[in-house]
């Protein structure tokens, strides 16, 4: 490639001309391809973060048991028993409509390697997916790749999938999201950081070779789609799940020696990123020749190494003197482990290849010159609020709708091709519980992990939905009976640039930091995704909340099967709203009104009591209220435990669809084996706590005295993938 | 019992058999790595499930050249139990020590949930605390576990009652609705020739602990523990 390097190239590379002037500046003539390369991917919007970071800052990131919040590789809690939990959950966005197979399992694989990369072996995948209509003919291509790609990577590497949300909807059509979620397990003492350190210190390449696949990802994923995304396939890497799993049983056996000082996976920007980000944090300099780089192909340039995104690599600094112990580990699982450069006191970053020297950039002025943009935004319009309505349909015939349309019917199509149980310590599979439960191997203790966003609600209200995604993901945690821990967020967004939706990232991100504070759950790591949009029309604001919480006794985590004679106790309060409700989209066919408030003080002061209940063993099943409301959430549970149930009339000053489909906030729907504790418990704590009817061996008889038959339900829960994906 | 863990360059479901083995006999079961070419002195060799070697070749085919693979035919032939799990089961059929074959699943998608498994004879080390007829649940976890073998292969298995488990209804009915993944005669688990090597595809490991669901998998593990006690 002899490109002559100037503006109109840099702007190809989206550098745009401020931000090429001030490439030039900081290193004082024409940077060579290779320097105009690094500056490119670190500089754009995936890696830096220009648009977003000044927003991030406003979301809380600390609390006692907050051991490393943003700035690593992922996030890390304490969890007690000298055990940290580490988690963090990152896009895929662009690579999987491409190309859905490989941009799912490689987003899998990326988000595998933040986290083992800091000393903890992975327990747990989850994802949140968001796909278009599935009338839409490219829909179900989409699905099935990136399904069949989440399992493809997830159960060769031996980590379980617990966990996820699915969503559809028209505004994905040309921009489906897939962000995936690792948690894993390290100890308090053995935590891995990437801040390289000691001058002289060899810096060690591991993992699989490089080759010219996913040159310029990060830059793809920094744009809108048009019409020759096609076009961009090369861009899109290439998983190998089981080179993966050597490395991840390489990296914890190197781990559990002192050979390492500093460790980064290469993930966005390859080995561009992963030398800038492990010199620069620790102020050194690094010198780095790629006449040493294990390479798959022949004749490859110092650029293409630099901006390969080539997966299953690992960059580390290890003491000299270790590092016979350390190749030796890495040839015992038959891995290329190379010495490709050296610390040094330069505070610069240079590249030599073939004896040439194809880079030299100061790292400081890469680092904090970085573009920072505070770029305009308006303040979202809010839709009026939704005025009376009236059920055409009735109470049987909605449910049986609602629980058959794509958002809410079951996701075992899916979760069923994905290994849930490989580890052995998976006490809640999916759809169990509302949270998945995975217990710490040789511990008591669980984790309890889900993932959650009502994109609808936060195209109406982009503050109250991202208020009501961190606060759904507290309650799912809370109805498992865990302690809810700390977040880390996938905010997937249109186009900054546009001032509307940058309203809507802002507007989010308040209504995430207010909830944050609010539930005592910050922030510790996380992942922007802008820029989703294909021909001009951006997705439903999307900032994915990944919650985990702990269980000091595995025992103590409930699902959501009740036993027959079970009572069902509705706690919280019930005003029957519709706004943005599944049941006015799906039977009135309108996407209208506000979406439900959400009231934090009632929010924590209702999970507190059913934390407290689970734990005082009121409860033998705990469901929150969400999507479609009380009614489809007795169904879930009758379900679940493959039992039936006969409901009560509600209240007479709410109309029947609203009691029964309405969305408020801050409920579960408990079962229990002692209602006269439950409620007595519930009134001391001033909570309303209502008898909706009782769990019975079979058939969910409704309050009008319509019974609907077990496999009835069972087949409108079911039938949607089933179809679908047999047609 | 003592028992001896093969770990090949993939293999991912060692510790949760560990897990069972532990559980069952009280002792840390050894592990083995695919390169030794020989093996601790032990009462079991264990295949684990996993996707050893990526499974990029045929799933099992290149873990059964491993140079650990003489040793554990060795040890079969001098009557050693052996017990393969998944792709265990899938390593022993490429290395010749049971006969047929693993094809993709039926459906052509992996398929993990819960199977239910029909005990087709209770009087070996692998089986002995079931009952012939019992049936119980067991995880599967499987890309690749449709049965296959010749008709006449199938025939001999069937007369020499060398078909461990079969797929079949909670309530033991063995019928094509009841089959996952399209096995030969609802296939699930094989014997050698002296039912001292079982192969099967789901995972009774992952069901020895009440927290995680059950403990149906647990005879399998107890059984052999008083079988091959010392």
Same mark, same amino acid.
């Given at each position: 490639?002899?490109?002559?390097?100037?503006?109109?190239?840099?702007?190809?590379?989206?550098? $745009?001309?401020?931000?090429?002037?001030?490439?030039?500046?900081?290193?004082g003539?024409?940077?060579?391809l290779?320097?105009?390369?690094?500056?490119?991917?670190?500089?754009?919007?995936?890696?830096?973060?220009k648009?977003?970071?000044? !927003?991030?800052?406003?979301?809380?990131t600390?609390a006692? !048991?907050?051991?490393?919040?943003?700035?690593?590789?992922?996030?890390?809690?304490?969890?007690?028993?000298?055990?940290?939990?580490?988690?963090?959950?990152?896009?895929?966005?662009?690579?999987?409509?491409?190309?859905?197979?490989?941009?799912?399992?490689?987003? +899998?694989?990326?988000?595998?390697?933040?986290v083992?990369?800091?000393?903890?072996?992975?327990?747990?995948?989850? $994802?949140?997916?968001r796909?278009?209509?599935?009338?839409?003919?490219?829909?179900?291509?989409?699905?099935?790749g990136?399904?069949?790609?989440?399992?493809?990577?997830?159960?060769?590497?031996?980590?379980?999938?617990?966990?996820?949300? +699915?969503?559809?909807?028209?505004?994905?059509?040309?921009?489906?999201?897939? $962000?995936a979620?690792?948690?894993?397990?390290?100890?308090?003492?053995?935590?891995?950081?990437?801040?390289?350190?000691?001058?002289?210190? #060899?810096v060690?390449?591991?993992?699989?070779?490089?080759?010219?696949?996913?040159?310029?990802?990060?830059?793809?994923?920094?744009?809108?789609?048009?019409?020759?995304?096609?076009?961009?396939?090369?861009?899109?890497?290439?998983?190998?799940?089981?080179?993966?799993?050597?490395?991840?049983?390489?990296?914890?056996?190197?781990?559990?020696?002192?050979? %390492?000082?500093?460790?980064?996976?290469?993930?966005?920007?390859?080995?561009t990123?992963?030398?800038?980000?492990?010199?620069?944090?620790?102020?050194?300099?690094?010198?780095?020749?790629?006449?040493?780089?294990?390479?798959?192909?022949?004749?490859?340039?110092?650029?293409?190494?630099?901006?390969?995104?080539?997966?299953?690599r690992m960059?580390?600094?290890?003491?000299?003197?270790?590092?016979?112990?350390?190749?030796k580990?890495f040839?015992?699982?038959?891995l290329?482990?190379?010495?490709?450069?050296?610390?040094?006191d330069?505070?610069? %970053?240079?590249?030599?290849?073939?004896?040439?020297?194809?880079? /030299?950039? #100061?790292?400081?002025?890469l680092?904090?010159?970085?573009?920072?943009?505070?770029? #305009?935004y308006?303040e979202?319009?809010?839709?009026?609020?939704?005025?009376?309505?009236?059920?055409?349909?009735?109470?049987? /015939?909605?449910?049986?709708?609602?629980?058959?349309?794509?958002?809410?019917?079951?996701?075992?199509w899916?979760?069923?091709?994905?290994?849930?149980?490989?580890?052995?310590?998976?006490?809640?599979?999916?759809g169990a519980?509302?949270?998945?439960?995975?217990?710490?191997?040789g511990s008591?203790?669980?984790?309890?992990?889900?993932?959650?966003?009502?994109?609808?609600?936060?195209?109406?209200?982009?503050?109250?939905?991202?208020?009501?995604?961190?606060?759904?993901? !507290?309650?799912?945690?809370?109805?498992?009976?865990?302690?809810?821990?700390?977040?880390?967020?996938?905010?997937?967004?249109?186009?900054?640039?546009?001032?509307?939706?940058?309203?809507?990232?802002?507007?989010?991100?308040?209504?995430?930091?207010?909830?944050?504070?609010?539930? /005592?759950?910050?922030? +510790?790591?996380?992942?922007?995704?802008?820029?989703?949009?294909?021909?001009?029309?951006?997705i439903?604001?999307?900032?994915?909340?990944?919650?985990?919480?702990?269980?000091?006794?595995?025992?103590?985590?409930?699902g %959501?099967?009740?036993s027959?004679?079970?009572?069902?106790?509705?706690?919280?309060?019930?005003?029957?709203?519709?706004?943005q409700?599944?049941?006015?989209?799906?039977?009135?066919?309108?996407?209208?009104?506000?979406?439900?408030?959400?009231?934090?003080?009632?929010e924590?002061q209702?999970?507190?009591?059913?934390?407290?209940?689970i734990?005082?063993?009121?409860?033998?099943?705990?469901?929150? %209220?969400?999507?479609?409301?009380?009614?489809?959430?007795?169904?879930?549970?009758?379900l679940?435990?493959?039992?039936?149930?006969v409901?009560n009339?509600?209240?007479?000053?709410?109309?029947?669809?609203?009691?029964?489909?309405?969305?408020?906030?801050?409920?579960?729907?408990?079962?229990?084996?002692?209602?006269?504790?439950?409620?007595?418990?519930?009134?001391?704590?001033?909570?309303?706590?209502?008898?909706?009817?009782?769990?019975?061996k079979?058939?969910?008889?409704?309050?009008?005295?319509?019974?609907?038959?077990?496999?009835?339900?069972?087949?409108?829960?079911?039938?949607?993938?089933?179809? !679908?994906?047999?047609? | 019992?003592?028992?001896?863990?093969?770990?090949?360059?993939?293999?991912?479901?060692?510790?949760?058999?560990a897990?069972?083995?532990?559980?069952a006999?009280?002792?840390?079961?050894?592990?083995?790595?695919?390169?030794?070419?020989?093996?601790?002195g032990?009462?079991?060799?264990?295949?684990?499930?996993?996707?050893?070697?990526?499974?990029?070749?045929?799933?099992?085919?290149?873990?059964?050249?491993?140079?650990?693979?003489?040793?554990?035919?060795?040890?079969?032939?001098?009557?050693?139990?052996?017990?393969?799990?998944?792709?265990?089961?899938?390593?022993l059929?490429?290395?010749?020590?049971?006969?047929?074959?693993l094809?993709?699943?039926?459906?052509?998608?992996?398929?993990?949930?819960?199977?239910?498994?029909?005990?087709?004879?209770?009087?070996?080390?692998?089986?002995?605390?079931?009952?012939?007829?019992?049936?119980?649940?067991?995880?599967?976890?499987?890309?690749?576990?449709?049965?296959?073998?010749?008709?006449?292969?199938v025939?001999?298995?069937?007369?020499?009652?060398?078909i461990?488990?079969?797929?079949?209804?909670?309530?033991?009915?063995?019928?094509?609705?009841?089959?996952?993944?399209?096995?030969?005669?609802?296939?699930?688990?094989?014997?050698?020739?002296?039912?001292?090597?079982?192969?099967l595809?789901?995972?009774?490991e992952?069901?020895?602990?009440?927290?995680m669901?059950?403990?149906?998998?647990?005879?399998?593990?107890?059984?052999?523990?008083?079988?091959?006690?010392?």
């Amino acid at each position: 490639m002899n490109a002559i390097v100037d503006a109109s190239l840099a702007k190809s590379f989206g550098l $745009n001309a401020e931000e090429y002037a001030r490439v030039l500046a900081i290193i004082g003539r024409t940077p060579s391809l290779t320097e105009l390369g690094i500056f490119s991917v670190m500089w754009s919007e995936h890696c830096s973060y220009k648009s977003s970071r000044v !927003w991030l800052r406003e979301l809380p990131t600390s609390a006692p !048991w907050v051991i490393h919040g943003p700035g690593e590789n992922a996030g890390v809690v304490d969890i007690g028993d000298g055990l940290a939990a580490i988690f963090k959950m990152e896009s895929h966005n662009h690579p999987s409509f491409i190309e859905p197979y490989q941009g799912a399992a490689t987003g +899998v694989g990326g988000i595998l390697r933040d986290v083992f990369t800091m000393g903890a072996r992975p327990v747990a995948n989850l $994802n949140a997916l968001r796909f278009g209509r599935p009338e839409n003919p490219v829909t179900k291509r989409v699905v099935d790749g990136v399904v069949r790609g989440i399992g493809g990577y997830g159960n060769c590497v031996g980590v379980p999938t617990v966990g996820g949300e +699915v969503n559809f909807h028209p505004a994905y059509d040309g921009n489906p999201l897939v $962000n995936a979620m690792t948690v894993g397990i390290a100890h308090t003492d053995k935590i891995f950081l990437s801040a390289a350190a000691g001058v002289g210190n #060899p810096v060690v390449y591991v993992g699989s070779r490089t080759g010219r696949d996913g040159i310029h990802g990060a830059t793809m994923a920094s744009a809108e789609f048009d019409a020759d995304s096609d076009a961009k396939r090369p861009t899109v890497q290439v998983g190998d799940p089981f080179t993966e799993k050597l490395l991840i049983e390489a990296c914890l056996e190197l781990m559990a020696t002192d050979a %390492i000082i500093a460790i980064q996976d290469m993930g966005a920007a390859g080995l561009t990123s992963s030398s800038v980000e492990m010199a620069g944090k620790g102020e050194v300099g690094i010198e780095l020749d790629l006449d040493s780089c294990p390479q798959r192909e022949t004749g490859m340039t110092a650029y293409e190494m630099m901006l390969s995104e080539s997966q299953e690599r690992m960059l580390m600094v290890l003491r000299p003197d270790r590092q016979d112990l350390a190749r030796k580990i890495f040839e015992k699982w038959e891995l290329d482990f190379a010495v490709i450069g050296h610390l040094t006191d330069t505070g610069r %970053i240079v590249i030599k290849h073939q004896g040439r020297t194809e880079a /030299d950039i #100061p790292l400081a002025p890469l680092a904090d010159q970085a573009p920072l943009y505070r770029r #305009p935004y308006t303040e979202p319009v809010l839709p009026a609020s939704l005025g009376e309505t009236t059920d055409p349909l009735g109470l049987k /015939d909605g449910l049986l709708k609602l629980i058959a349309c794509p958002d809410l019917c079951s996701r075992a199509w899916i979760t069923d091709q994905y290994d849930s149980t490989v580890g052995g310590q998976t006490v809640k599979r999916p759809g169990a519980a509302d949270a998945a439960v995975v217990r710490i191997e040789g511990s008591t203790r669980a984790l309890a992990l889900t993932t959650d966003c009502t994109p609808r609600y936060c195209a109406a209200d982009p503050r109250s939905g991202g208020a009501q995604a961190v606060a759904e993901a !507290w309650r799912n945690l809370t109805a498992v009976g865990a302690r809810p821990l700390a977040v880390t967020d996938n905010l997937n967004f249109g186009n900054p640039e546009k001032p509307e939706i940058m309203g809507q990232f802002v507007a989010a991100i308040q209504g995430m930091a207010e909830a944050c504070r609010a539930l /005592d759950f910050p922030v +510790v790591s996380g992942n922007v995704s802008l820029y989703n949009e294909t021909q001009g029309t951006g997705i439903l604001p999307t900032p994915a909340i990944g919650g985990l919480g702990v269980l000091d006794d595995a025992a103590d985590a409930v699902g %959501i099967a009740p036993s027959a004679g079970d009572t069902l106790i509705l706690i919280g309060i019930t005003l029957g709203h519709l706004g943005q409700s599944l049941w006015l989209r799906e039977i009135l066919g309108q996407e209208a009104g506000a979406p439900p408030p959400v009231d934090l003080v009632a929010e924590r002061q209702t999970g507190d009591f059913i934390r407290a209940a689970i734990r005082n063993a009121d409860v033998s099943a705990c469901h929150d %209220i969400s999507d479609g409301g009380v009614l489809v959430a007795v169904a879930e549970m009758v379900l679940a435990g493959s039992v039936g149930a006969v409901l009560n009339p509600g209240p007479a000053d709410i109309a029947p669809h609203a009691f029964w489909f309405g969305e408020d906030q801050a409920r579960y729907l408990v079962a229990t084996g002692n209602p006269t504790a439950l409620r007595r418990a519930a009134g001391a704590a001033g909570l309303p706590a209502r008898v909706l009817g009782r769990a019975e061996k079979s058939g969910l008889t409704l309050p009008n005295g319509v019974t609907i038959s077990e496999a009835a339900l069972r087949e409108a829960h079911t039938c949607f993938f089933r179809d !679908w994906m047999t047609t | 019992m003592k028992a001896a863990i093969v770990i090949f360059p993939g293999t991912n479901r060692e510790r949760d058999v560990a897990i069972a083995l532990k559980n069952a006999t009280g002792n840390q079961p050894a592990m083995v790595w695919h390169g030794e070419t020989s093996l601790p002195g032990t009462d079991l060799v264990v295949l684990p499930g996993g996707f050893s070697h990526g499974d990029y070749l045929r799933c099992g085919a290149m873990a059964a050249q491993s140079p650990i693979m003489p040793a554990i035919r060795r040890f079969a032939a001098q009557g050693g139990h052996i017990l393969g799990i998944c792709n265990g089961f899938q390593i022993l059929t490429e290395a010749g020590l049971l006969p047929g074959a693993l094809l993709r699943n039926a459906g052509l998608r992996f398929i993990s949930r819960d199977c239910h498994l029909r005990v087709e004879r209770a009087d070996t080390a692998f089986t002995r605390h079931y009952q012939r007829g019992q049936v119980f649940r067991a995880p599967m976890a499987h890309g690749d576990g449709n049965y296959f073998a010749e008709p006449e292969i199938v025939s001999m298995l069937e007369g020499e009652g060398r078909i461990a488990f079969r797929y079949a209804t909670p309530d033991g009915k063995v019928d094509p609705a009841a089959n996952p993944n399209g096995s030969v005669a609802s296939i699930a688990g094989i014997f050698s020739a002296n039912l001292r090597v079982l192969g099967l595809m789901p995972h009774p490991e992952n069901l020895v602990d009440p927290l995680m669901g059950g403990t149906d998998g647990k005879p399998l593990f107890d059984g052999l523990t008083e079988a091959l006690a010392a």
